[in-house]
C-alpha cells in the first residue's frame, strides 16, 4: 500500500511539472489562445444554429427541448476541447516517437511509459472548447429556470469525470496500435469523426442507432448522461453500461501498451 502511495505522488508530481513546462510554452504564443477562443466560439455558433434548425417546426426532439440540448452540445465541447489540448498533441507525438526511434528515451524512464507518453505535452490554448462548453451549459441551465440540487451535480461531476476517462483511454488504446502499425496519423481525426455523434441527445436518433451508441459503443455517456444527470431522468442502466465499459477500456488501454512495449524494436537499432 505504501509503494501504492508513493508511485501516486510521483506520478502526480510529475503531471503537474508537465502542465507546468505546457503552460510556459504557451505562453510564448498568447494570441493563439484567441485565435483558437474564436474558432470555438464559430463552431458553437454553428452547431447552436444546426440544432436550432431542427427546432424550428417542433418543440421537442426525442423528448428534449433546445434548451436541454443545449446542455448536450456544451458537454461535447468540453469532451472535444480535452481530445484537442490533451490527447490530440500526444497521440502525435507517439506516433513520431515510434517512426523516429526516439520513443527509446521514454521507455528507459522509471515510470510507466503510457503516463508519460500520452499525457506529456498540453495545448491549452484549445481548452477554449471547455470554455465554450461551460458557458453554454450556464445559459442551458439560466433559460430552463433550473438549478439542480447538490446530488445531481455531485452525479454530473463523477459521470463528467468517467468520460473523460473513456475518452482518454481510447485514445491511450489507439496510440498503441502506432507501435504495430506506424502510419496510422490520422487515428486523432477518427476519434473526433466519432465524438460527432455526442453533439446531440442519444434519444435523438433513432433505433438501432440509439441503442448502438447507449449500450454497445457508448459514445451517448459522454454527453447525455452526465445531461440526463442534471436534468434529473438519468437512467441507471445508461450510467451502469458507461461505468463499467469506461472500466474496460481503461483495462484495455493498459493491457495493449504493456504488449506494445514488449513487442517494440527501435527503429533506430
Known amino acids: 500500500m505504501r509503494c501504492l502511495w508513493q508511485s501516486a505522488r510521483r506520478h502526480a508530481g510529475l503531471l503537474r511539472l508537465f502542465i507546468q513546462n505546457s503552460l510556459l510554452a504557451n505562453l510564448e504564443y498568447r494570441v ?17 444554429g444546426g440544432a436550432l434548425l431542427f427546432y424550428t417546426h417542433r418543440t421537442t426532439i426525442g423528448g428534449w427541448t433546445f434548451h436541454e440540448t443545449l446542455i448536450v452540445i456544451g458537454l461535447f465541447f468540453i469532451a472535444s476541447g480535452f481530445v484537442d489540448a490533451v490527447m490530440q498533441p500526444n497521440v502525435r507525438d507517439v506516433i513520431e516517437a515510434v517512426r523516429s526511434g526516439t520513443m527509446d528515451y521514454t521507455l528507459i524512464r522509471p515510470i510507466n511509459p503510457m503516463f508519460h507518453a500520452t499525457l506529456r505535452r498540453f495545448r491549452f ?15 442551458a441551465l439560466t433559460q430552463l429556470r433550473l438549478w439542480p440540487a447538490l446530488e445531481r451535480w455531485l ?7 468517467a468520460a473523460v476517462a473513456l475518452l482518454y483511454a481510447l ?5 498503441a496500435l502506432c507501435f504495430w502499425v506506424v502510419d496510422i496519423a ?10 460527432e455523434v455526442a453533439r446531440f441527445p442519444a434519444q435523438a436518433f433513432p433505433e438501432p442507432l440509439r441503442g448502438l451508441i447507449s449500450f454497445v459503443f457508448p459514445i451517448a455517456f459522454i454527453s447525455t448522461a452526465p445531461a440526463e444527470a442534471l436534468l434529473g431522468r438519468l437512467t441507471l442502466p445508461l450510467a451502469l453500461c458507461g461505468l463499467g465499459f469506461t472500466l ?7 493491457w495493449a501498451w504493456r504488449r506494445a512495449v514488449a513487442s517494440y524494436t527501435s527503429a533506430s537499432s
Do not use: H, R, T
Open 125 to 139: 490554448e484549445k481548452l477554449s472548447g471547455l470554455l465554450v462548453g461551460i458557458v453554454l451549459i450556464g445559459y
Open 155 to 161: 452525479v454530473f461531476g463523477l459521470l463528467g469525470l
Open 248 to 254: 474496460f477500456a481503461l483495462w484495455l488501454s493498459a
Open 32 to 48: 493563439n489562445f484567441a485565435g483558437a477562443l474564436m474558432m470555438s466560439l464559430l463552431d458553437a455558433l454553428w452547431a447552436v
Open 186 to 195: 490520422n487515428v486523432d481525426e477518427l476519434v473526433l469523426g466519432v465524438l
Open 171 to 175: 485514445m491511450a488504446a489507439l496510440a
